[in-house]
């Protein structure tokens, strides 16, 4: 299936963590419907899994960019034929609508392995990849409440707990699973609640929300995928059977989550109940008028009954956590601020990698590096401009470009901007910065010529082979906005880039149309007219260049007048580059 898709990449950005089978692949089930994640009682996710929930999206689909694969349909089995074969850190895609999410906006939730089994080392330098480096809004710390308090899970709140601080915080929601084993004749819920918050409190940044929800994954999943006549195992069929209304109750009453969510699902179990109280009166009349009196009951009582099961199920999904987990979801904010601060390396021994043996006891400790820079974050300018970014080095950039661009008319592009965008640095204030915005300019399309359909979504596993910092990958990424991807240039350098980037082809092209095929003798007028001739190079969107100059805050004229400076000051420094490589 070959078709342009562009997942979402700003919104939520959550991180599903916990030990091995806590729940976390049931949750999305849950959260779904249907089965699609594969789930076992063994190590089963393997690799980091990357849902892009669009509520837009009418068809999910799934794909392995480890094997350059296309888009296909989502299903069970092929998600279990890509666990564990994908490359390093190169997460499966899946891109989905979760269809009880009310909020129209994206969210990325990623699943991880467990990352605490010594037989599967590579498990769990995936997981700390994913905590350590992906751009993170929100934890969602998954804890198996069949088996709280063990040395795995620990490990793992101690190990989160540094990541958190190195990374100034994040907002952290524990997600008690399997709550269905609690016995309240035996074990009080508010007491649960009440210890694991004080164990996750001695593990996470002072000051650190923690709101804590129980919840039953596997029967949600179940009660789902009955009201949608799936089909079911009869250990499914035995598990969904029983429901404890109390525990139900218990779960509503005691879970740390905000006053609204609490008061929404109380509103809603009251009316499944009611509905269910209601059904099961009337089941009863009619069983009695069919025996009595009248056999024709028993056709109505068989969809008396229906109703009955539906409210049960659906009176069980409510009660089972599911429904405040996705209201949940649903009221949380990005809050990019504190998911984008910069890192500290607190963890010094490197990541075990595939065949390395993690230390006993441990959940084992990564390389941590900065996370990658929010979409959205307002902090990106001030972090720029008073903290100067780290520029690859050229030589090391332009091999990159050679590496994946052999067309001389990319080459000679990606000199251009770049040239452009050193010289306007300069021009706005961001002396120190010019190789930075260089390095944007020469890398920004780096992954056009090889991967059109994937324009600015490939491009920072691209990146990443030089090790690129994160501001350059958001800077890359940004300047297809609204084309290719959805990453918003808010940093100045970011703006100027989206502009001048179509700006410099429209003036190129005008160039070539001069006797003496330069810059250098182009009025402004003559610009001006050759912009507004749709016909002339009909290629460069004139759209986007106005869209350019009203994100600068630039009128139209600044931005052609500033752009054509910059290329006449650099045409000559380019011609000279392009005959050295050619010669
Ligand atoms: N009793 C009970 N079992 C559950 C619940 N949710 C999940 N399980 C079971 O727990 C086991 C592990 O579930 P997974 O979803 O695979 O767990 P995971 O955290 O994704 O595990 P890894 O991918 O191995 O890290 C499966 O057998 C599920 O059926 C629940 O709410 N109650
Ligand atoms: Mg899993």
Redesign the pocket.
Known sequence: MKRRITPPVSGLHILLL?C????????LNALLGKGDFP???????AQIFKIMHDPECDEPLCRNPSTEGDWQPLSNERLKEWNGTMKENVPAEVLLRFPHLQKKRPVVIY?T??PNTSRYAEHRAETYYALERLPLTHIFL?LDM?QLHTKDEEALLADMGKVMKARGGLPLLVIL?????IDIEKESVEEIIGEIRETVSQHVPAGTRIDILP?????TEVWRRMIEHDTLTSFEIEFAQYIDWRLCEDIRIHALIPEDVRTSVSEQMEEWRRLQKFSQAFRSSLEYIAKRIHPGAELINRSVSRIHDYADCRRAITGSGIIALEEYIDALSPDWNRASQKAQPVMTEAAPRKNEEPSAGSAGAGTLTVPIESPTDPSVRNAASSDAPAAPNRDTALALLRKYNKDVFHIQHALTVEAVMRHLARELGYADEADFWAAAGLLHDIDFENWPDRHCLKAPELLAEIGADERLVHAVCSHGFGLCCDVEPVHEMEKVLFAVDELTGLIGAAALMRPSRSTSDMEISSLKKKFKDKKFAAGCSRDVIRSGAERLGWTLDRLLETALGAMKATEAGIREELSRSDS
């Open positions: 916990g091995m089978s806590s729940g976390k692949s049931t949750i789930a076992g009682n063994r190590a089963t996710t699943d392995p467990g998954v069949a699973n399997k709550a269905d084993v919840v039953m994954a596997k029967g």
